[in-house]
C-alpha cells in the first residue's frame, strides 16, 4: 500500500522562528492535506492542495504540492505558542476504487518555547 | 454549516464488556463516514469507512464492528473488549470520497 514519510518527527523552537516539516511518498498523488491536532482533539484541516506545483497559504501557513507529485511541504513563520501540536500530511492516490482512501503521515509534533 | 459530534469524550471499560461508541454529523445529507483510531505512536488508522446507509467496509481484521442505521449516523461497537483495543477513536466525515475529511474530538477508551 501507499506510504507516507514525514519528517521530522518532532521540533522544539523558540517563538517567533520559522517552521518547515515535509512529507515524502513514494507513490504519485493526487491531494495533500495538513491538519493539526491539538491534544485531546480530532485534527483539525489546515490547507488543502489538489494540484502539482500549487502553493497556498492560510494566514502564517504555507503549503506545496511537489511538482513530482510525490512529495509536500508546509511551513510555519513567525511562530507562536499556540502553534504547539501535532501536523499530519495526507495523501490521496487517484484512479478510484480503495484510491481514495487517505494515507496519513506519522505526524510531526512541534513545541514552541516562549 | 457542518458538525459532527461524538461521543463520549472519555470512557473506561472492563475487559470483556461491550463498547458503543456513537457519531453524527449534522448540516449535510449522504455524507462519506469513517472511523480510525490513533494509538499512542501517533499513527492515524482507519477502521470502517462507509459511503451509504448499511454500506461498510473494513480496513482491518479486528475486534470491532461499525454500523450505520442512519444517514447521518455512525456507530463503532464490539462485543467484547480487550487490553489492546485502548486508544483514541476519530470519527470522521467527507462530503465526497475526494474531499477532505472533517474530524470530530475523539473519544478516549481505556480498557482495564
Known amino acids: 500500500g501507499q506510504q507516507l514519510n514525514q519528517s521530522p518527527q518532532s521540533m522544539f523552537i523558540q517563538e517567533g522562528e520559522d517552521v518547515s516539516m515535509n512529507c515524502t511518498s513514494s507513490?504519485?498523488?493526487?491531494?495533500w492535506l495538513w491538519y493539526k491536532q491539538d491534544p485531546g482533539e480530532g485534527p483539525v484541516l489546515l490547507i488543502a492542495l489538489y494540484k502539482a506545483g500549487e502553493l497556498t497559504s492560510n494566514g502564517r501557513l504555507t503549503a506545496q504540492f511537489g511538482i513530482t507529485r510525490k512529495d509536500s511541504f508546509l511551513n510555519i513563520s513567525a511562530s507562536i505558542p499556540s502553534d504547539v501540536g501535532i501536523y499530519f500530511c495526507a495523501g490521496r492516490g487517484g484512479g478510484g476504487g480503495s484510491n481514495y482512501k487517505l494515507t496519513f503521515g506519522k505526524g510531526t509534533l512541534l513545541t514552541v518555547n516562549p | 454549516s457542518q458538525t459532527i459530534h461524538q461521543w463520549p469524550a472519555t470512557l473506561v471499560q472492563p475487559v470483556g464488556s461491550p463498547l458503543s461508541l456513537e457519531c453524527t454529523v449534522e448540516?449535510?445529507?449522504?455524507?462519506?463516514l469513517y472511523w480510525y483510531r490513533q494509538a499512542a505512536g501517533r499513527g492515524l488508522q482507519l477502521l470502517f469507512y462507509?459511503?451509504?446507509?448499511?454500506?461498510i467496509s473494513s480496513e482491518v481484521p479486528q475486534n470491532l464492528s461499525a454500523s450505520r442505521p442512519q444517514d447521518r449516523q455512525f456507530i463503532l461497537s464490539s462485543k467484547k473488549l480487550l487490553l489492546s483495543d485502548s486508544g483514541f477513536y476519530l470519527c470522521?466525515?467527507?462530503?465526497?470520497?475526494?474531499?477532505?475529511?472533517?474530524f470530530g474530538n475523539g473519544t478516549r477508551l481505556t480498557v482495564t
Open positions: 448540516g449535510t445529507s449522504n455524507p462519506n
Open positions: 470522521a466525515w467527507s462530503p465526497a470520497s475526494t474531499s477532505p475529511l472533517h
Open positions: 507513490s504519485i498523488f493526487n491531494t
Open positions: 462507509s459511503v451509504g446507509i448499511g454500506q
